[in-house]
Structures are given as C-alpha cells and as structure tokens.
C-alpha cells in the first residue's frame, strides 16, 4: 500500500516537470495535427459512392471497417514504437532523482521499505506510461470516429500492449539507475534493451547465424528470458489488421514480460537494499 | 535480513518462469539440419564399380620403348573403356553421368515421375523407335568439348534401321567398331555395341575407337579412374571456365580462370544432392581471395533470400559453404532429399485423374 503511495507521489511530482508536460504538449499536438490534417476523401468518397450507387456501379463495396483498415495499421503501429519511445524519454530521469543526494536520506528516514520504494517509484512510472499510451491510441481513435464515424480499438489495444513492454524495459532502466546513478545512463540501458527485446523477437531465425555450439547456446540461453518485443508488436498489427488474436500466445508474450520486469526489478531491490547511503 | 536475501532466488526464479513461458509459445527454431555427406574420395562401392569396370585389357607397350617394372611388380591394370574412349582435348571440359545410378536415385525417380506425367508413353516410344531403353539399356553418359559417349547395352539397338532408310552409312572399324556417318557432318561411332561415340565429325569419332584400341594414346586431360566418383563428375580447365561466361562477363570470366587453373565437379544424388566443386590454382592469394568473396556471396544471398521469402534458394543456402583448403578451395553445396521431394510436389498436382473404371 506504502509503494502504492510512492507511486501517486511520483506521478504528482510528474504533474509538475516540465520535460512531462512538454512530452505530453507534443502527443497532444500530434493528436491535433492528425485531427485537423487528416486527408480522408477517398474513403468519403467511397462510403458517398456506395450510398449514391447502391452497389449498382460500384465493382466491390468493402465495410468501412476494412477499408480503414491500413490506417489503423499505421495508427496502431505508431502508437506501440512512439509509445515506448516516449516512455525511455520521459521516464529516464525519475529513478535517478530519486537516489539523488539529500532526497534519497530523506526518503529512507520516512517509515518506508527500501523495496516500497524502488516498486512505488517502477509503478508510478508505468501508470504515467500507461496513462500517456492510452491518451495517444484512445485520443487517435476518437479523432478517426469524429472523421468516419468508425471506432476501432486498435490504438488503444497498441497502447497497452506497448505499455506492458515498457515495464520490462522500464524495470532494465531501474537497475540501471541503482548501478549508476544517471539519467543519461538509464536512457540508454532503456534503449540497449529495446533492441535486445526486438532481437529477442528473431531468435529462432538469428541462431543459425552463430556457429553451432557454445556461441549460439550462449545466444539462445541469454536471448530465452527477454521479452518478446516484436510479438507484441505484431499483435498490436494483427488487432489492427482484423486478425484474430491468438490468446495463448498472447497470454505467454505478455506474461513473459512482466514477470521478465519483474525478475530484473527484483534484482534492482536486491542493489539497492545493499547500498550503503 | 533474512527477506533481503530472498530477493535474487526470487529474481532468478523470475526469470527462469519469464523464459519457460515465452519458450512455450515460441516458433521452434529450425531442426537440426541433417548432415549431407560430401563426396570427397572414391568410396568401398565406387571402388568395386570402377574395378567392375575394367574390361579392356593394358595397352601392350611397344617393342621399342623401354621397360620399366611397376612398384611391387604388379602387371599393368585393365582399363575402363567408357573412360578410355572420352577423346578430351586439352582446355575442353569433361563431365561424366552415372545414367544408371541417377535413373535410381531420389532425384532421378522424382524426375522420371514428373516426366512421365507429362507423357506418360514418352519412354515407350523412345524404345519402339530405337530398340534402347534409357531406364535400362544406359549406363553412363560422358561429354567432352562437342563429342558425347554412352556405355550401356546396345545389342538390342536398330542400327539397321538407320542404315535402311538411307539417314546414314555404315563402316567397320578397327577390331570392334563400326562409324556411322551421313557425310561430312556428325558421326557415330558404336564399339563393341557398349560404347557409342556422338562426334561432331567422322575424324573425332575415329579417335574414340582408335584411343579404345590402342591406335592413339588416350589422352592426359581425360578424367583419371580415380577421380571417377560420385554420380556426376568432371574436370573443366580453367580455360573452359572463361568459355561459360557471356560477352558482357568476359573479363570477370578472365579474372576466375586466371585464379583457378582446374575445376574438378562430383556430385552425390543417390538420396540427398551433394555437390562439391573443387577449384585448384597457382595463385594461392586470388584462391583465397575467390574462396572469401564466395562464402560472402554465399552468406549475402542467404540474407537475401530470407528476406524475400525465397524458400527454395534458402534451403539451397543453407547447406551451401566454402572451404578453403589452402591452394585449392571447395564449394559445397547440397539439397536434402526432403527438399527435392517438396520441389517435385507440383507433378503429383498435375498428375492426369485416372481413368474411370469400366
């Protein structure tokens, strides 16, 4: 409950950071540029043709749904990758603040675990991640449904999905800060386990590149952990493209992840009640 | 205390659950590739065919020339015919078919399948009108430069037909053999009716029977009997190399002649393709170089047909590599039967419905 309200504090503290707010001015504009700029006659067009016709001159009448299709692909799409980005970017700084100098002594004088802490810092941060994945894709989704009438899910379901793949990630970042306390560091090991994450996705199809043997066991033994990051993706795609889901797949990607984040948070807690401060 | 310790077992539990379970669900990576075994030396059988095969008798040496005993005092061996009477000029190519051995191997019976399919009485026909049947009757077919032998059994053959109806005249030659001819032009010439000689000219097919009886020196750029293994083997010189190149690839065709002075080709077909070609060269530098920008063409055309979804060519590549052996190098490449059998698949489709029952 105590980390519950580390994480509330942490998303106050967010409130009033300026490099928050600036991210979150940027996906409102983009959110006003896609409401404003976006180009929709052809699917005006057709849905007029249709009502105009009656089927009569027009060679194949497709459901809006799928006509729209490839924009929520590209939606869909946007908002995973951009999702995860924004997260690395803005989150970078909150664990390193928090094991700042003088905040941190008045932090453990407070009756709090060391491990409240860390986790109520790893929650807040993933509830703002959430909450800013869900304002893109919901807020995408209702600027199309204002454009063509039509709400689809997809953005939302690709904000989700993006924000359980940031809490792997997120969880790498933390460690980091504890290994090292700075931001920039933190990025990066954010950004390192993007690409480890995405290779992870291939494993199966970059093993043969390695020669047979301690190399490519090497490989698979580390890789077999690491969140599947190009699964998730193509489940996000999949949404968006009308294709079912299947859910055990599903189940087992997004469960990895978490318990893959929750692995190396585990690790971060082990650091950090150690450390002498 | 106590709970701070618990928190790595926990992490290492974690992530030992996190990999169980995303192992659970993922695409399994690619089987083990089965292991193709190369053809790199006369084996036990080809040992036993090759000595099978020696049926014409040592050349007896001149009353002039000089004695010298063999090693150990052994006599001179007998000789294979079909490999006596390949009359290979020098810089010409050579490559030898196993007919028989191909017609029963995976690849040949999924051939003959496909062809059958397409007309069915294809091979009737061929018997009825020449009395040859090329399931049975051929053994090996060997071609060098523009001449083409054939071992088999050709008693059975309508020679006389050819004759009756005026396409060609016949003369004996030699002890055993006869020359076909309608002119200046093309020739055959038929040994013992197990050999027969496809030569551009008369001249050429007189070679193969005078080389077969010991009239002409059989000569040194033919395929030596211990290299004849595997289903399909041969040796192009470097020269030859230059001479598959178009116009527009000339000087890249130059470049690979100069390096590889002799290419030696053997393929294994009985079940999975393996084929190895063994490029030999003074220049130890431009081998190495060539062994490296083929593994590097190789590993590139790999990527490359994975990213284009090109099953077949990746399977190809798969299997393919380069082994420099210093001085010389070999390119392996090989097809696993599986394989062949799903690039055959498409004949069963076209395979005509059978007819209804009466």
Redesign the interface.
Same mark, same amino acid.
């Given at each position: 409950m105590r980390a519950v309200a580390v994480a509330l504090d942490l998303l106050r503290e967010a409130r009033s950071r300026k490099w928050t707010l600036a991210l979150l001015g940027g996906a409102t504009l983009v959110l006003l540029l896609v409401a404003f700029g976006l180009e929709l006659e052809v699917v005006d067009g057709a849905l007029a043709a249709s009502r105009f016709f009656g089927g009569g001159g027009v060679h194949e009448i497709r459901p809006v749904e799928v006509a729209l299709r490839p924009l929520f692909e590209g939606v869909a799409s946007f908002v995973f990758g951009a999702g995860l980005v924004f997260g690395v970017l803005a989150c970078a700084d909150f664990a390193p603040a928090l094991l700042a100098p003088g905040r941190i002594e008045h932090l453990l004088s407070l009756p709090l675990r060391r491990w409240e802490l860390l986790a109520g810092t790893y929650l807040g941060v993933l509830a703002l991640v959430l909450g800013g994945a869900l304002y893109g894709g919901v807020g995408l989704s209702l600027v199309i449904l204002t454009k063509t009438g039509l709400f689809g899910w997809a953005p939302a379901a690709a904000a989700l999905l993006s924000a359980v793949a940031f809490s792997a990630v997120y969880a790498v970042m933390v460690l980091a800060a504890v290994v090292v306390r700075s931001a920039a560091f933190s990025g990066a090991a954010g950004g390192a386990s993007l690409v480890l994450f995405l290779v992870a996705g291939y494993r199966a199809e970059l093993a043969p590149a390695f020669a047979p043997g301690l190399g490519r066991s090497l490989f698979l033994l580390f890789t077999a952990p690491l969140p599947r990051l190009a699964g998730l993706a193509r489940h996000a795609f999949g949404l968006a493209q009308g294709r079912g889901v299947e859910v055990p797949l599903l189940l087992a990607q997004l469960g990895g992840t978490l318990l893959f984040g929750a692995a190396v948070l585990a690790v971060a807690i082990a650091l950090f009640e150690r450390k002498d401060f | 205390m106590r709970r701070?310790r618990l928190? @790595?077992p !926990?992490? !290492?539990? @974690?992530?030992?659950?996190? !990999?169980g379970?995303?192992?659970?669900?993922?695409?399994?990576?690619?089987p083990p590739r089965k292991v193709v075994r190369f053809p790199s030396h006369m084996r036990d059988t080809e040992w036993k065919r090759q000595e099978a095969r020696q049926s014409l008798p040592p050349l007896a040496a001149p009353a002039t020339a000089p004695t010298t005993p063999r090693p150990g005092g052994d006599p001179p061996p007998r000789r294979d015919p079909f490999l006596v009477a390949l009359p290979v000029k020098p810089g010409e190519p050579v490559v030898v078919f196993e007919a028989n051995a191909l017609r029963h191997s995976r690849l040949g019976e999924l051939f003959i399948a496909c062809t059958m399919v397409d007309d069915p009485r294809a091979i009737a026909t061929f018997q009825e009108e020449t009395g040859v049947d090329p399931l049975k009757d051929i053994d090996r077919i060997g071609v060098a430069g523009g001449s083409v032998v054939v071992s088999g059994f050709f008693d059975r053959a309508r020679w006389d037909r050819l004759v009756a109806q005026g396409k060609l005249g016949v003369t004996p030659y030699g002890e055993g053999g006869r020359i076909y001819a309608d002119g200046p032009g093309r020739a055959m010439a038929v040994w013992r009716d197990q050999l027969v000689v496809l030569a551009p000219d008369e001249a050429a097919a007189r070679l193969s029977l005078d080389q077969l009886e010991g009239r002409a020196p059989v000569p040194e750029a033919a395929i030596p009997e211990d290299l004849a293994y595997g289903e399909v083997y041969g040796v192009i010189p470097g020269a030859a190399v230059q001479r598959l190149f178009s116009p527009a690839d000339r000087a890249l065709g130059a470049k690979l002649a100069a390096a590889a002075s002799r290419v030696e080709l053997h393929v294994d077909a009985m079940e999975d393709v393996a084929a190895v070609v063994r490029v030999e060269g003074e220049d130890r530098a431009a081998l190495g170089d060539l062994a490296r920008t083929l593994g590097g063409a190789l590993a590139a055309g790999r990527l490359q047909a994975?990213a284009g979804s090109d099953q077949p060519l990746v399977e190809l590549l798969?299997a393919a590599r380069v082994v420099d052996e210093g001085g010389r190098l070999s390119l392996e490449l090989a097809l696993p039967a599986a394989t062949l059998e799903r690039w055959f698949e498409g004949c069963a489709g076209r395979q005509a419905p059978a007819s209804p029952a009466p």
């Amino acid at each position: 409950m105590r980390a519950v309200a580390v994480a509330l504090d942490l998303l106050r503290e967010a409130r009033s950071r300026k490099w928050t707010l600036a991210l979150l001015g940027g996906a409102t504009l983009v959110l006003l540029l896609v409401a404003f700029g976006l180009e929709l006659e052809v699917v005006d067009g057709a849905l007029a043709a249709s009502r105009f016709f009656g089927g009569g001159g027009v060679h194949e009448i497709r459901p809006v749904e799928v006509a729209l299709r490839p924009l929520f692909e590209g939606v869909a799409s946007f908002v995973f990758g951009a999702g995860l980005v924004f997260g690395v970017l803005a989150c970078a700084d909150f664990a390193p603040a928090l094991l700042a100098p003088g905040r941190i002594e008045h932090l453990l004088s407070l009756p709090l675990r060391r491990w409240e802490l860390l986790a109520g810092t790893y929650l807040g941060v993933l509830a703002l991640v959430l909450g800013g994945a869900l304002y893109g894709g919901v807020g995408l989704s209702l600027v199309i449904l204002t454009k063509t009438g039509l709400f689809g899910w997809a953005p939302a379901a690709a904000a989700l999905l993006s924000a359980v793949a940031f809490s792997a990630v997120y969880a790498v970042m933390v460690l980091a800060a504890v290994v090292v306390r700075s931001a920039a560091f933190s990025g990066a090991a954010g950004g390192a386990s993007l690409v480890l994450f995405l290779v992870a996705g291939y494993r199966a199809e970059l093993a043969p590149a390695f020669a047979p043997g301690l190399g490519r066991s090497l490989f698979l033994l580390f890789t077999a952990p690491l969140p599947r990051l190009a699964g998730l993706a193509r489940h996000a795609f999949g949404l968006a493209q009308g294709r079912g889901v299947e859910v055990p797949l599903l189940l087992a990607q997004l469960g990895g992840t978490l318990l893959f984040g929750a692995a190396v948070l585990a690790v971060a807690i082990a650091l950090f009640e150690r450390k002498d401060f | 205390m106590r709970r701070r310790r618990l928190w @790595l077992p !926990a992490a !290492a539990l @974690l992530l030992l659950l996190s !990999a169980g379970l995303l192992s659970l669900v993922e695409t399994p990576a690619e089987p083990p590739r089965k292991v193709v075994r190369f053809p790199s030396h006369m084996r036990d059988t080809e040992w036993k065919r090759q000595e099978a095969r020696q049926s014409l008798p040592p050349l007896a040496a001149p009353a002039t020339a000089p004695t010298t005993p063999r090693p150990g005092g052994d006599p001179p061996p007998r000789r294979d015919p079909f490999l006596v009477a390949l009359p290979v000029k020098p810089g010409e190519p050579v490559v030898v078919f196993e007919a028989n051995a191909l017609r029963h191997s995976r690849l040949g019976e999924l051939f003959i399948a496909c062809t059958m399919v397409d007309d069915p009485r294809a091979i009737a026909t061929f018997q009825e009108e020449t009395g040859v049947d090329p399931l049975k009757d051929i053994d090996r077919i060997g071609v060098a430069g523009g001449s083409v032998v054939v071992s088999g059994f050709f008693d059975r053959a309508r020679w006389d037909r050819l004759v009756a109806q005026g396409k060609l005249g016949v003369t004996p030659y030699g002890e055993g053999g006869r020359i076909y001819a309608d002119g200046p032009g093309r020739a055959m010439a038929v040994w013992r009716d197990q050999l027969v000689v496809l030569a551009p000219d008369e001249a050429a097919a007189r070679l193969s029977l005078d080389q077969l009886e010991g009239r002409a020196p059989v000569p040194e750029a033919a395929i030596p009997e211990d290299l004849a293994y595997g289903e399909v083997y041969g040796v192009i010189p470097g020269a030859a190399v230059q001479r598959l190149f178009s116009p527009a690839d000339r000087a890249l065709g130059a470049k690979l002649a100069a390096a590889a002075s002799r290419v030696e080709l053997h393929v294994d077909a009985m079940e999975d393709v393996a084929a190895v070609v063994r490029v030999e060269g003074e220049d130890r530098a431009a081998l190495g170089d060539l062994a490296r920008t083929l593994g590097g063409a190789l590993a590139a055309g790999r990527l490359q047909a994975k990213a284009g979804s090109d099953q077949p060519l990746v399977e190809l590549l798969d299997a393919a590599r380069v082994v420099d052996e210093g001085g010389r190098l070999s390119l392996e490449l090989a097809l696993p039967a599986a394989t062949l059998e799903r690039w055959f698949e498409g004949c069963a489709g076209r395979q005509a419905p059978a007819s209804p029952a009466p």
